[in-house]
């Protein structure tokens, strides 16, 4: 019973060492998502994003505090070479630009939802 409790929640087999931490394993796995997230921006792109299922560019500002366009514009097209967010250009005058989640950006809401309960759940662990 060295195990934590997670352990017993999650079914998942065991795997060798070098499948976890290899260059391919899951902890490599886990820290490309993480990067991909990572960004004072990009939880808050997605979270609206998953909110309102497309959006302009105007409405991320007017939704989004303090945020400015150029940090906008990045994140976006960071999210987007991630494949967590598409681009729709109407090629209309003047331009009219919306976004949206992908499939992938929508596979990811519920683990974010998770995470997002896990922190509820244990608020005196984060500080």
């Given at each position: 019973?060295?195990?934590a409790?997670?352990?017993?929640?999650v079914p998942?087999e065991r795997?060798p060492?070098?499948?976890c931490?290899?260059?391919?394993?899951?902890?490599?796995?886990?820290?490309?998502?993480?990067r991909?997230?990572?960004?004072?921006w990009k939880?808050?792109?997605l979270?609206r994003?998953f909110?309102?299922?497309?959006?302009?560019a105007?409405?991320f500002?007017?939704d989004?505090?303090?945020?400015s366009?150029?940090m906008?514009t990045?994140?976006?097209?960071?999210?987007?070479?991630d494949?967590?967010?598409?681009?729709?250009d109407?090629s209309e005058?003047?331009p009219?630009?919306e976004?949206?989640?992908s499939i992938a950006?929508?596979?990811?809401?519920?683990?974010?939802m998770?995470v997002?309960?896990?922190?509820?759940?244990?608020?005196?662990?984060f500080?």
């Amino acid at each position: 019973m060295n195990e934590a409790i997670t352990h017993f929640k999650v079914p998942v087999e065991r795997e060798p060492r070098e499948v976890c931490l290899g260059p391919d394993g899951s902890g490599a796995h886990v820290a490309r998502v993480l990067r991909m997230i990572t960004g004072r921006w990009k939880l808050p792109i997605l979270f609206r994003l998953f909110a309102e299922p497309s959006m302009r560019a105007s409405q991320f500002m007017r939704d989004i505090p303090d945020i400015s366009q150029k940090m906008l514009t990045q994140h976006l097209r960071e999210l987007e070479n991630d494949g967590l967010v598409e681009r729709q250009d109407f090629s209309e005058r003047p331009p009219r630009v919306e976004y949206s989640l992908s499939i992938a950006g929508r596979g990811l809401i519920p683990v974010l939802m998770a995470v997002r309960e896990f922190s509820r759940d244990h608020p005196e662990t984060f500080a």
